[in-house]
């Protein structure tokens, strides 16, 4: 069915309030007579009109939803000191983890409110930096983000990726460090790939897509991505003589990337399918790494999809990886490129009781950084595994980048916590020696704030980690605010993670909590295995179980509980709301995937049924339908207020999840008293969260701390 735009318009110029009420008033969405079968049975999706993001209709219900839903945000009191706050909070530097090449430094730094953090170089450490790449020059609004970058091996050339509007798709240029200019070269199509230079400093590897219609209004592109290959681009060059160097064209779906490793003599290529964590493993003898052979073969290792293989470098021929085979939480082997038989596999590190999170190799060592209760540990290791001991860490909290060389014992890593921002530590691997290196200056005292962590148990008798912050001294009962937070899929860790969001609602009197739930990979692949498919049920008994164990211990309410989560954390709560609509007053679901019978049909949506499954099966349909929050949506039911929010051309997320699930859930809960509200906020030039300018996160944060407050009944000074 084919909504006219001048029937939308008259539905959604119908008196709609958000003034509070018992019952809410909201724009009526035409209701289309599309109908799937699946399996035998007929599903409805009256919605489906949505999903065409740049039809006059669907731009007219956006403009609608956001015209009702700014016009009550910019009404609520609280919004204004939490905008206040926020912008006072987040004004503080903050500082990259530095990584050496060619003799040189380089660091990303944003001095406070600047929208996109700045690349910089030094000389030498203690040098004065000079700006390389600033991304704020390249669009007025701050836009443009820096998706990354790659500096050769002699320093003198940088590789960057830039993104539009938060859209995944990078294009990469070329800038000379010595005098900062853009040389020619111009790569595009690029998505879930970055450039790796060869050692001759003379091109890079990378890996595209085949070009594809764009929208004309963002110059993004919503298509399937299908066949992803890797070519070779020789400096100066145009892209289309770049070489290609492999490619699967029997699988269009699968993705190939490649690395180089750091004495330049191997690419290691790597094939993966969707988000699931096994891959296959190749390489190319690159020969003289002054003049590498580009076009040698590609050898195969592992052509089995058993396990997971991470090269994190090697020492002449000999492999290091990191895999999961017969390690559900990890270990370290070798493997010879001379002699790369499986019966030659030599374990270094073996599996421990932690699960190891990430390995470099610095000064010839291995620094292992593994997880234990989802906190971060480092260690290190010689090259033939024997331990040497650990590196002292400031406490409960996340090692987040390490960056160092396997020719030199200077390594950098950073630490954060729930109450404290980034800070940068210089180590170095052979004295096992380290000091503070960069330590942010904020306008808090984080000694004020402290964090512990708890184990609840789960529906299913499961024993789950969760962390608790807040203001030191807060009294907390059942009239506590508190912002439970979860994620729960992919294999992601949450682990502690400083946000100036959070701080400001432990500031306003909040408790934050954030549960470990399974679906992540806390505790190895077994954990990360127990909430996928037709497990999924379990992240949900999880997420409640947390909340009910906030309850029990008088941390809060659900009068005064907000459920928060993104993307598939937005999935999560949209689930949950569903399932428990008495769970929590307020509920944060952000870019979350909603309708699971048809995510594998947009953009790269096909990845995830890997961790979901996919309705193109009878038993999976039969668990996603069970859960899916645009299937399961309840009319008659007194829900809590709920702010989606989504950006206008996500393409990670197709927004239509958004939209349709907003849809749904104001008309079941149009006629039902004291229910919600349901609203949606939408950004335009945005996309899934990458690279939003800190303008628009502020306006954001502010938007649904306001939100919050106002239902909860949580008053804030009219100024800070």
């Known amino acids: 069915m084919r909504i006219t735009l001048i029937a939308l318009l008259a539905l959604a110029s119908s008196s709609a309030s958000f003034a509070d009420s018992p019952t809410w008033q909201y724009p009526a969405a035409a209701r289309g007579n599309v109908v799937d079968d699946y399996h035998g049975t007929k599903v409805a999706d009256p919605y489906r009109w949505l999903e065409d ?81 600033d991304p704020n020059t390249l669009a007025k609004d701050g836009t443009v983000a820096l998706a990354g970058t790659q500096v050769s091996k002699d320093g003198k050339w940088v590789a960057y990726s830039t993104a539009a509007a938060g859209s995944d798709w990078n294009e990469i ?11 020619s070269d111009v790569i595009a199509w690029v998505k879930f790939s970055g450039p790796s230079w060869t050692k001759d400093n003379g091109g890079f590897f990378y890996s595209r897509y085949p070009a594809a ?33 492999y490619e699967r064209a029997d699988e269009p779906q699968w993705f190939v990337n490649g690395g180089v490793t ?60 990191v895999t999961n085979l017969d390690a559900p939480r990890r270990r370290i082997i070798a493997i010879d490129t001379q002699a790369p038989a499986r019966a030659n596999w030599k374990t270094l590190v073996p599996e421990g009781e932690d699960t190891i999170d990430s390995v470099a190799i610095i000064g010839g060592r291995f620094v292992v950084k593994t997880m234990h209760d989802a906190s971060s540990r480092l260690a290190i290791y010689s090259l033939e595994g024997k331990a040497q001991g650990h590196v002292a860490l400031p406490g409960i909290g996340t090692v987040g980048a390490i960056s160092g060389r396997e020719d030199e014992t200077e390594f950098f890593y950073n630490f954060v916590s729930f109450t404290t921002p980034a800070t940068n ?20 005292n984080p000694a004020d704030y402290e964090t512990k962590q708890v184990f609840y148990t789960s529906k299913d008798g499961t024993r789950v980690p969760m962390f608790i912050s807040h203001k030191k001294g807060l009294k907390i009962d059942a009239n506590t605010p508190a ?34 739930l399974r679906g992540g990979g806390e505790y190895g692949k077994a954990w990360h295995e127990s909430g996928t498919k037709e497990r999924k049920q379990n992240v949900f008994d999880d997420f409640i179980a947390a909340a009910e164990w906030l309850f029990a211990n008088k941390y809060t309410s659900p009068a005064k509980l907000v459920l928060s989560g993104g993307s598939n954390g937005g999935l999560l709560v949209g689930a949950t709301v569903n399932q428990r609509p008495d769970l929590c007053r307020v509920a944060w679901p952000a870019v979350g995937v909603m309708d699971m019978l048809r995510f594998h049909k947009f953009t790269i949506g096909y990845a995830w049924v890997n961790d979901y499954g996919s309705s193109d099966d009878a038993a999976g349909f039969k668990y996603l339908s069970a859960y899916s929050p645009l299937h399961t949506a309840k009319a008659g039911v007194k829900y809590p207020a709920v702010l989606v929010t989504t950006a206008d051309h996500d393409d990670r997320v197709h927004p239509a999840h958004s939209f349709k699930y907003t849809a749904e859930l104001q008309a079941k809960v149009a006629n039902t ?48």
Do not use: C
Not at 93 to 114: A, C, D, T
């Open 53 to 133: 993001l740049d039809s006059p209709e669907t731009r007219a219900w956006v403009e609608t939803e956001n015209k009702l839903t700014f016009g009550f945000l910019e009404k609520l009191p609280q919004r204004a000191y939490f905008r206040e706050r926020l912008t006072t909070l987040w004004n503080y530097p903050r500082i990259g983890v530095p990584f050496k090449e060619g003799g040189r430094y380089f660091f990303s730094k944003n001095s406070g409110l600047q929208n996109q953090a700045v690349f910089y170089v030094q000389e030498k450490l203690g040098a004065e930096p000079r700006v390389l790449i």
């Open 173 to 183: 240029r070329v800038r000379a460090v010595d005098d900062g200019k853009d040389a």
């Open 213 to 245: 219609t764009t929208d004309e209004g963002t110059g993004k592109t919503f298509s399937s991505l299908e066949h992803q290959r890797m070519y070779y681009h020789k400096l100066g060059t145009p892209q289309s003589a770049d070489r290609l160097i």
């Open 262 to 321: 750091e004495d330049g003599k191997y690419l290691i290529v790597t094939t993966s399918r969707g988000s699931a964590p096994e891959n296959l493993l190749s390489y190319v003898d690159l020969g003289n790494p002054e003049a590498p052979t580009i076009d040698a073969k590609v050898v195969p290792i592992v052509t089995e999809w058993d396990a997971e293989y991470a090269v994190v470098g090697n020492r002449g021929s000999v492999l290091f990886v």
């Open 425 to 444: 530590f210089r180590h170095d691997v052979a004295t096992n020696r380290g000091e503070i290196y960069q330590a942010p200056q904020v306008a808090f």
């Open 483 to 516: 912002l439970l937070y979860g994620y729960g899929g992919f294999d992601v860790s949450l682990t502690p993670a400083f946000s100036v969001v959070n701080l400001v609602w432990m500031e306003a009197g909040g408790v934050y909590a954030m549960p470990n």
């Open 673 to 720: 008293a004291d229910s919600g509200p349901i609203m949606i906020r939408i950004e335009t030039k945005a996309g899934h969260g990458a690279g939003k300018p800190t303008s628009k996160m502020i306006e954001e944060a502010a938007d649904k701390l306001g939100f919050a407050a106002h239902f909860l009944g949580l008053n804030v000074p009219a100024k800070p």
